[in-house]
């Protein structure tokens, strides 16, 4: 379990080299540190030699039939081989199509091409990075009529099939359930506990009839209880905490990461606990 990270925004680049802060681990955006030089890959190997760090992507595009982009694999790769990261993530969904990038992370329905399809594009991009990836569940605004299976069922199939692993984002499940009207407890009991590499946690926005994710509050307290759930459900899990938008001072964030770490642990040290003092090899 890797810990307790923040995802590395340039607002922090000084404050992170400066002041080296008890951070377990920093999430990247890959596409931010693709071009080779510039201030941003040297910050990166900078970080990277003071901590592990997770490359979090947004051009897999898993959700189309449009071909792979190699280029942006290729640069991946290289990526991949000079700052060594601890996995390498992306997002369950298509963000292009037709050579056009959407700049969005869009739905796709849950049937069985489209099972296919993300199958087939997952397994050829982990044979191309000789890197199994890990997949971020999406924030969903809208269900499809054509979708024949839930969006749980959907990853556990891509896990089975593929070998993937999944990034919770349990904003996301939280937003989507509200704005779906599914029982978001329910939806992670669903999925296959030895596939969960990773937690996300995040604010968003609420809008009364719908939730946007937005990434510019902090966690509400609904979230932490579903995390809270999320905790008993898989054990401790490596969590990092977002924020894109009205990024406040690097001491707010740590003061939250820390929340994050007292929920956690709060469920599985007992556990652990007793894992440590119990050497008999029976069950209690």
């Given at each position: 379990?890797l810990g307790?990270?923040?995802g590395?925004?340039?607002?922090h680049?000084?404050?992170?080299l400066?002041?080296?802060?008890?951070v377990?681990?920093?999430?990247?955006i890959?596409?931010?540190?693709?071009?080779?030089?510039?201030r941003?890959?040297?910050?990166l190997?900078?970080i990277r030699?003071?901590?592990p760090?997770?490359?979090?992507?947004?051009?897999?595009?898993?959700?189309t039939d449009?071909?792979?982009?190699?280029?942006y694999?290729d640069?991946?790769?290289r990526?991949?081989a000079?700052?060594?990261?601890?996995?390498v993530?992306?997002?369950l969904?298509w963000?292009?199509?037709h050579g056009?990038?959407?700049h969005?992370?869009?739905?796709?329905?849950?049937t069985?091409d489209?099972?296919?399809?993300c199958?087939?594009k997952?397994?050829?991009?982990?044979?191309?990075?000789?890197?199994?990836?890990?997949?971020?569940?999406?924030?969903?605004?809208?269900?499809?009529?054509?979708?024949?299976?839930?969006?749980?069922?959907?990853?556990?199939?891509?896990?089975?099939q593929?070998?993937?692993?999944?990034l919770?984002d349990?904003?996301?499940?939280?937003?989507?359930?509200?704005?779906?009207?599914?029982?978001?407890?329910a939806?992670i009991?669903?999925?296959?506990p030895?596939?969960i590499?990773?937690?996300h946690?995040?604010?968003?926005?609420?809008?009364?009839t719908?939730?946007?994710?937005?990434?510019?509050?902090?966690?509400?307290d609904?979230?932490?209880?579903?995390?809270?759930?999320a905790?008993?459900?898989f054990?401790?899990?490596?969590t990092?905490?977002?924020?894109d938008?009205?990024?406040?001072?690097?001491?707010?964030?740590?003061?939250?990461?820390?929340?994050?770490r007292?929920?956690?642990?709060?469920?599985?040290?007992?556990?652990?606990?007793?894992?440590?003092?119990?050497?008999?090899?029976?069950?209690?």
């Amino acid at each position: 379990m890797l810990g307790y990270g923040l995802g590395l925004r340039s607002v922090h680049y000084d404050h992170v080299l400066t002041h080296r802060p008890a951070v377990d681990w920093f999430e990247l955006i890959t596409e931010n540190y693709l071009a080779p030089g510039g201030r941003p890959r040297a910050v990166l190997r900078e970080i990277r030699a003071n901590y592990p760090v997770v490359l979090h992507g947004l051009s897999f595009n898993v959700g189309t039939d449009d071909p792979l982009d190699f280029h942006y694999l290729d640069q991946l790769k290289r990526l991949i081989a000079e700052v060594q990261p601890e996995w390498v993530s992306d997002h369950l969904c298509w963000t292009g199509l037709h050579g056009y990038t959407s700049h969005d992370l869009l739905p796709i329905a849950y049937t069985d091409d489209n099972l296919q399809r993300c199958a087939d594009k997952i397994s050829r991009i982990q044979d191309y990075l000789q890197h199994r990836i890990v997949l971020e569940n999406p924030s969903v605004y809208i269900g499809f009529r054509s979708n024949t299976m839930t969006e749980p069922e959907f990853i556990n199939a891509l896990v089975r099939q593929t070998g993937c692993e999944v990034l919770l984002d349990i904003n996301n499940v939280y937003v989507s359930g509200f704005n779906l009207g599914f029982d978001p407890r329910a939806y992670i009991d669903t999925l296959i506990p030895s596939a969960i590499r990773q937690f996300h946690l995040a604010g968003h926005t609420n809008n009364v009839t719908h939730i946007i994710d937005t990434h510019d509050h902090p966690v509400c307290d609904e979230v932490w209880e579903l995390y809270r759930h999320a905790c008993q459900r898989f054990g401790p899990v490596a969590t990092l905490l977002e924020r894109d938008d009205h990024i406040p001072e690097f001491t707010e964030l740590m003061t939250e990461l820390a929340h994050a770490r007292q929920v956690q642990e709060s469920v599985t040290r007992p556990a652990e606990t007793m894992t440590t003092h119990d050497s008999s090899g029976l069950q209690p």
